[in-house]
């Protein structure tokens, strides 16, 4: 019979199918012994679907894992009955709600999770679509992203094997949509659908060791491929290698980065990117004079915590490298370390640099000898009127108590901090002391210094950033160029070098980058993506990516390893897919209600009759069925029921409560 | 004989007497919320009885050939001589208060016949047109199939198109029109078959059969009733019959699951071994306005499957083309054999 039809197609007169042209090609058309391209393309996606769920859902909200597989199954339901019940309209809102909710409770600690939660959802809701060619593509490239956010919470040799299957699904799925999208009634043998699946395999078996090649090629080029996007196109405020007071009267605050520190959080009042240490001053600017290079390593006596970072410097045109106060070693092909704690790398820094800092945090540092003169020195026209403040203020014995009172007097609040109308004039410092009475910290840490030294204690400005943000996200500090900033080192008998920050604590402007609208934490965002760019791609070394290469061929060869199977696992799973039945049950009940509750009558109608030694066959109309029954009795209430059903049934009305209790009641009555 | 034998026809056309025990008449609803149409069927009802007088033991031909005027279609008749083709004719004509014409079809009849033409006259100096029997409510055209092609075309072009043309003047016919052409399945010497594509035009092909023994009985007591048919009081007028046309072709609600179970319907005619070609559109549009005006015979105001399928064995066999190794067998029992393998919605 099959053959029958599939050869007298060709000749039929009125077009028993869609398309003259396709006719001669029974194979592809015969609905009986071959696969709809459709269904092929349908369970391909929503194994995709289910493989990114059973990715990720070990690290999200329980919540979410049961909404995704409520409206997962949901969809399953709509496939079967083929039928798509929710309109595009609502769902599309939804995915927008979605979006806005997943913002709403936006937080930077947990980021990829609820990206990935926000994700999950969308794409449940892109399944219960009528989905086309679009929607299919859409739902693959969620799932990519699914994935991805997987690798970022764990890389773990699981996340190779899910992108490997994925990889090949896609790739088959695509391959198939190309054939569906052209013609979506089309039918494939058997032979057919094997072969195409084996002939996308090429695909992904060609792809992948290319794309590893370019994984372990691009990084190491010299000049980073992309280098024109990052390069750095103007000279920047901010960290300079001298200080200058008084020539520019208005600071313009630079908020884009100078680097990034990879480490962990410490207390905000630690946080001193040591940079410069400067020590001559000619009466307007600070110069550093000649220092030794020394060798790294810290002296023994002090104590602290050492915290370890990794530096991300971008290009600012000097030679610099900065790290927390007080850096100890810093990994650096060619870098220097200097008597006065700071590090000069050979060339300068006008490409993005990646160094390893180890750093003691402390006030302190202990030195026993120093060369005193080198740390008073002062300018030849030094007003006198400084001298006689210092003077008047210094009035105790005691070196630490002068330099208290000395602080004290920069603090009291009768000088202000600013970066604007700084004074403009040859003699900076007096006319900060007596007439303008505000600067920013280089006139703090200037005047600091000076009267420092006026008293007869040796002193230094260190140059370098405060403060920073902390990305909780990439866990790395981001430190901008507006937070450069100048302070103080005292020398004090006993102790050493202490560190002083005379510019007053009311300096607000590095807090008000902590709180944020939404701009600034999407901003916060794009950084941290920015930051693994630089961290994973372009600055990989060779030997991390050999490495990885390593762990992962390692973790494959391991004889030990499984899937870790202990009692408490095969608990939780077992709670999982019970749920996940349950689920699925509820919902087909939830739907059942909902969408045929005609169906339901009529099934309570038919298993009510069968008691009855009636059957009625599918093709069997209602009244038909009704009429043939010999029982009078039987017949007749039948009948009524068949009749008030069908009055409802074939005017396309929905069944109200009423109407279902009527219908019910009738079919009780049926004996 | 052949229509009285079709089994698909259910027991709901057959068991009248069931039937009165359970419809409910208008206005005695027992259930649920009236419909918005009132029923007026009743009338339909009664020619059917008082026709029953004259045309005894033939309740399902008459009620098919009423199904077929309601739902505005031509319906042709396949049977021998003398078993009551002109009395049902005439008496539908009569009940429903419609004129009624009759074309005796021969060899050497001319379209003209049917249509009427143009005759001089001479005291009035010009033309004048005589209308053909045509222009009537309701045409009988005997034996349709010993016509000339010729006529039987121009009869045809007139039941498409409610109007002819003669002598480059167009004339409508009357808005209430239907045919009743019959045929003599046996005599074929010196008949012109109708063309398969001219048999779509017909809404049904019906049969009438012999009447039971104790109906021919009863016949042959009484003698013939045909003069007595030309005195009966018609049971309506033209207002009231175009105002059940409107009624069945308006009121009566379709749903998608009915037109869903049609088109599988016509899909397993254009899709199956025994055909060559299946139903057309207009076979399709047949199903369904048939399956309403069946609806509303049976008091409802919406359609059942059971409308469609009781009625499939008149209005889809004369429709389809069978291949010739089938055209031997029974063409209602191959059509009821698609249609019992098609699952009803409900």
Redesign the interface.
């Known amino acids: ?1 099959n053959k ?2 599939g050869q ?1 197609s060709g000749f ?3 077009g ?1 199918q869609n398309s003259a042209i396709r006719i001669p090609q029974s194979e592809f058309r015969n609905p009986k012994s071959a696969f709809s391209i459709e269904t092929i393309v349908k369970i391909i996606t929503y194994l995709v679907g289910m493989l990114g769920f059973i990715a990720v859902f070990r690290h999200i909200d329980v919540f979410f894992n049961i909404a995704f597989l409520s409206l997962f199954s949901l969809s399953l339901y709509f496939e079967y009955s083929k039928k798509f019940y929710i309109p595009r309209w609502v769902l599309n809102s939804l995915s927008l709600l979605v979006i806005f909710f997943s913002f709403y409770r936006f937080k930077l600690s947990d980021l990829v999770t609820q990206i990935i939660e926000a994700l999950l959802i969308l794409l449940a809701i892109k399944f219960i679509e009528d989905k086309k060619f679009r929607d299919y593509m859409q739902i693959y490239a969620i799932v990519l992203f699914l994935l991805a956010g997987l690798g970022l919470l764990s890389l773990d040799i699981t996340f190779i094997v899910y992108l490997l299957i994925l990889v090949f699904l896609l790739t088959t799925s695509i391959v198939l949509l190309t054939y569906y999208s052209q013609d979506p009634n089309l039918y494939f043998t058997k032979q057919t659908v094997i072969k195409i699946v084996l002939k996308s395999m090429y695909i992904p078996l060609v792809a992948i060791p290319v794309a590893v090649l370019m994984f372990v090629i691009l990084p190491r080029t010299q000049y980073p491929i992309f280098h024109f996007i990052n390069r750095a196109d103007k000279a920047k405020t901010g960290f300079t290698d001298n200080v200058r007071l008084g020539v520019v009267s208005d600071i313009q605050e630079d908020s884009s980065a100078i680097l990034r520190a990879n480490m962990e959080k410490i207390e905000d009042n630690a946080l001193y990117w040591r940079g410069i240490v400067l020590d001559y001053f000619d009466g307007t600017s600070w110069k550093s004079s000649t220092k030794d290079v020394t060798s790294m390593s810290f002296p023994s006596s002090s104590k602290g915590k050492s915290v370890r970072q990794i530096i991300y410097l971008e290009p600012y045109e000097n030679r610099y490298l900065f790290a927390l106060d007080k850096p100890v070693y810093i990994f650096y092909r060619g870098a220097r370390k200097y008597d006065d704690f700071t590090f000069i790398s050979t060339g300068y820094i006008d490409k993005r640099i990646r160094y390893e800092a180890v750093s003691i945090i402390t006030d302190t540092i202990s030195e026993s000898k120093i060369e005193e003169s080198k740390y008073l020195q002062m300018p030849d026209n030094l007003s006198p009127e400084i001298a006689k403040l210092v003077k008047r203020i210094t009035i105790h014995k005691d070196e630490t108590k002068n330099m208290q009172s000395i602080y004290a007097f920069l603090n009291d609040g009768t000088y202000k901090y600013s970066l604007k109308n700084l004074p403009v004039t040859k003699n900076p410092l007096e006319d900060f002391l007596f007439l303008s009475k505000f600067g920013n910290c280089e006139y703090f840490a200037s005047a600091f210094t000076i009267m420092l030294r006026l008293a007869g204690i040796p002193s230094r400005v260190v140059g370098g950033y405060k403060g920073g943000y902390y990305n909780d996200l990439g866990g790395y500090y981001l430190v901008p160029q507006k937070n450069a900033h100048v302070w103080v080192e005292v020398y004090i008998r006993e102790k050493g070098w202490v560190r002083m920050d005379p510019t007053p604590a009311t300096i607000d402007h590095f807090a008000s980058l902590m709180k944020g609208d939404i701009f600034f934490r999407l901003s916060v965002l794009l950084d941290a993506v920015n930051y693994y760019w630089y961290a994973m791609i372009i600055n990989y070394n060779f030997e991390k990516q050999l490495s990885i290469f390593y762990s992962i061929k390692s973790s494959i060869k391991k004889p030990n390893f499984k899937f870790s199977f202990n009692k408490v696992d095969i608990a939780k799973y077992l709670v999982i897919v019970l749920s996940l039945a349950g689920i699925v049950f509820a919902i087909r009940a939830a739907v059942r209600f909902d969408n045929s509750k ?1 169906k339901k009558i ?1 099934s309570l109608f038919q298993k009510v009759i069968a008691k009855h030694g009636y059957k009625k066959t ?7 069925f009704v ?2 029954m010999p029982d009078e009795k039987i ?2 209430s039948s ?2 029921f068949v ?10 009305k929905q069944l109200s409560p009423d ?1 279902i209790k ?1 219908l019910k009641y ?1 079919i009780k009555s049926i004996r | 004989m052949v229509a009285a034998g079709f089994p698909a026809c259910p027991s709901v056309l057959a068991d009248r007497s069931l039937r009165k025990h359970l419809f409910v008449k208008p206005g005695q609803r027992k259930y649920g919320k009236m419909e918005t149409m009132e029923i007026n069927n009743h009338k339909i009802d009664f020619i059917i009885k008082s026709l029953s007088n004259y045309l005894q033991g033939k309740d399902i031909p008459l009620r098919l050939s009423l199904v077929s005027f309601f739902s505005r279609g031509h319906l042709l008749i396949e049977d021998l001589p003398g078993l009551g083709k002109t009395t049902l004719a005439i008496g539908i004509a009569r009940s429903l208060g419609l004129t009624f014409g009759r074309i005796q079809c021969t060899s050497d009849l001319l379209p003209t016949d049917i249509t009427g033409l143009s005759i001089y006259n001479k005291s009035a100096g010009e033309f004048e047109f005589h209308p053909g029997p045509i222009f009537n409510n309701i045409v009988l055209c005997d034996e349709i199939n010993r016509a000339t092609p010729k006529t039987q075309s121009a009869l045809l072009e007139a039941m498409g198109e409610k109007q002819v043309t003669i002598e480059g003047k167009t004339y409508k016919l009357p808005r209430l029109f239907s045919v009743i052409a019959t045929q003599n399945p046996v005599e074929q010497f010196g008949t012109f078959p109708l063309p398969e594509s001219q048999l779509d035009r017909f809404m049904m092909k019906i049969g009438i059969g012999y009447p039971s023994r104790d109906a021919e009985k009863e016949i042959l007591k009484l003698g013939s009733k045909r003069e007595e048919l030309y005195t009966i009081e018609p049971v309506m007028n033209k207002e009231e019959v175009a105002r059940i046309h409107a009624d069945i072709e308006k009121n009566v609600y379709v749903s998608d699951k009915i037109l869903d179970y049609a088109l599988a319907i016509i899909e397993a005619t254009r899709n199956n071994e025994y055909f060559t070609a299946g139903l057309s559109t207009r076979g399709a549009l047949t199903l369904i306005s048939t399956a309403k005006a069946n609806a509303y015979f049976h008091s409802r105001d919406f359609v059942i499957p059971e409308d469609i399928k009781e009625l499939s064995g008149y209005t889809i066999p004369h429709r389809v083309l069978f291949k010739e190794e089938y055209e031997a067998l029974d063409k209602k029992e191959i059509v009821k054999s698609l249609i019992e393998a098609i699952p009803t919605p409900a």
Do not use: W
């Open positions: 019979m029958n039809r007298g039929r007169v009125q028993t005609e009529l599918k093709t069997q109309g209602l009244e038909e009429m043939q017949r007749q009948y009524a009749r008030e059903f069908e009055r409802l049934y074939f005017k396309d109407d009527k009738l």
